[in-house]
């Protein structure tokens, strides 16, 4: 039985052992080590200077002209807004108002958004958009607001556009509601 258990030991070792080196790589291939991650913490010797020297490394004139289209493309999109809500105010409907609500967000202004909200409400409130409901209006209201940039979302304006959000938000769940 001590003879049975002592050989079945060393078949397993060798077993191990052949595995082992069947699973070790070939000594003349190639292995490529990562550099270590770059020190960011507490006890980190060395500031990055990555952001300094990659905005340093521009040629002039095109770091200073991407905002200046982006400028332009933005004020083109609020005129389009503009324009659009114009025409959606004579006959809202809920293709139309999802449109309207679409260009106000992609002018990527706080103040424009909040506009559109504050129209769409209205007029949903009066009636004026019967396709529409209460919940759907909502959903609307929320899924363009996360098209506005996080720096326009955390801007003063933006603020004040999270509480219109609010206010609707609690006027669509009475309509939604009314017996609460």
């Known amino acids: 039985m001590v003879t049975f258990l002592f050989t079945s030991f060393l078949v397993l070792g060798l077993i191990a052992i052949a595995i082992y080196f069947w699973q070790k790589p070939a000594p003349n291939a190639e292995t490529y080590e990562l550099p270590p991650p770059?020190?960011?913490?507490?006890?980190?010797?060395?500031?990055?200077?990555?952001?300094?020297?990659?905005?340093?490394?521009?040629?002039?004139?095109?770091?200073?002209?991407e905002p200046q289209e982006n400028d332009a493309e933005l004020r083109a999109r609020k005129e389009e807004f503009n324009a659009f809500l114009e025409s959606w105010q004579a006959s809202p409907d809920r293709k139309t108002t999802a449109k309207m609500l679409h260009l106000a967000a992609a002018s990527d202004d706080a103040a424009t958004y909040r506009e559109a909200v504050e129209v769409a409400l209205n007029i949903w409130q009066r009636g004026g958009i019967p396709d529409l409901s209460a919940s759907e209006?909502?959903?609307?209201?929320?899924?363009?607001?996360?098209?506005?940039?996080s720096s326009?979302?955390?801007?003063?304006?933006?603020?004040v556009l999270k509480q219109t959000l609010s206010r609707?938000?609690?006027?669509?769940?009475?309509?939604?509601?009314?017996?609460?």
């Not at 913490?41 to 002209?65: D, M, R, Y």
């Not at 326009?152 to 603020?159: I, Q």
């Open 137 to 149: 209006l909502q959903n609307l209201f929320t899924s363009e607001f996360w098209l506005l940039s």
């Open 152 to 159: 326009t979302r955390s801007s003063g304006a933006g603020f």
């Open 38 to 65: 770059p020190a960011t913490g507490l006890f980190a010797l060395e500031e990055p200077a990555e952001p300094v020297a990659a905005a340093s490394e521009q040629p002039p004139g095109t770091f200073q002209t």
């Open 168 to 180: 609707a938000s609690r006027e669509l769940e009475r309509a939604n509601n009314p017996t609460s």
